[in-house]
């Protein structure tokens, strides 16, 4: 038995004829009967496992949601974008193009997450911040602020990236290292020893 059905109530967006989905049935915390977000085509979301669409949150195009995923509020899912395992995107979030986010990722506030960009374990991306290019977020690692991370870099561990930080190039930011303050830009290896050399000096100057 199928687990959702495409309602009658349809709105145009961006173009895309998007119709509102209703569950058939019980799964994880929604009730058969219950109204959910909007899909263009039953393949944007699984009809298996707990999966779902929430409130006004948006899946069109090719992309996909699965596994334990959720989507929520006015949240936003593109192109050929894949969202899978129990992650949540949520708020005003934005996530194109040929992204995955998957695992225990979450997406929230006014995050864009574009391009070929992979965010995964328990990593969280949020308030205006942006994943873009070819990068890479994951383990616990938090980007957030107007915080930018895109071309091939990454940010792993327990790193931070919040303020007005651009991280770009090939840099990887990981273990504990947080960047954050205005108007920091780091694209080497060189400027983000930099970075966290300054960092300790103006701490060991305050103790």
């Known amino acids: 038995m199928k687990k959702f059905e495409l309602t009658k109530k349809e709105i145009i967006y961006d173009d895309h004829k998007l119709f509102q989905i209703k569950a058939l049935k019980n799964f994880g915390d929604v009730k058969a009967g219950d109204l959910g ?17 929430y409130d ?26 894949k969202i899978y395992g129990h992650a949540e995107i949520s708020g005003f979030a934005k996530v194109c193009d040929d ?22 374990d328990k990593a969280k991306v949020s308030d205006f911040a942006a ?12 980007v957030s602020g107007f915080s930018e991370v895109k071309d091939n870099a990454k940010v792993l561990g327990n790193a931070r990236v919040l303020g007005l930080t651009s991280i770009y190039g090939d840099v990887e930011v990981s273990g504990d290292t ?28 305050y103790e």
């Not at 695992?103 to 006014?110: L, M, N, R, W």
């Open 37 to 53: 977000g909007f899909v263009e085509k039953e393949e944007n979301l699984s009809q298996d496992d707990n999966c779902w669409i």
């Open 131 to 142: 994943a873009l290019g070819n990068a890479k977020i994951s383990d616990n690692a938090i």
């Open 99 to 120: 992204t995955r986010v998957c695992d225990y990722a979450e997406i929230s506030e006014f995050a864009t997450i574009k391009g070929h960009v992979l965010v995964c």
């Open 178 to 205: 947080c960047i954050e303050g205005n108007h920091n830009f780091i694209d080497t290896k060189e400027k983000l020893q930099e970075f966290i050399s300054k960092r300790k000096l103006d701490k060991n100057l």
């Open 56 to 81: 006004n949150a948006k899946v069109y195009d090719n992309a996909c949601v699965f596994g334990d995923a959720k989507v929520y509020y006015f949240a936003e899912i593109s192109d050929n974008a």
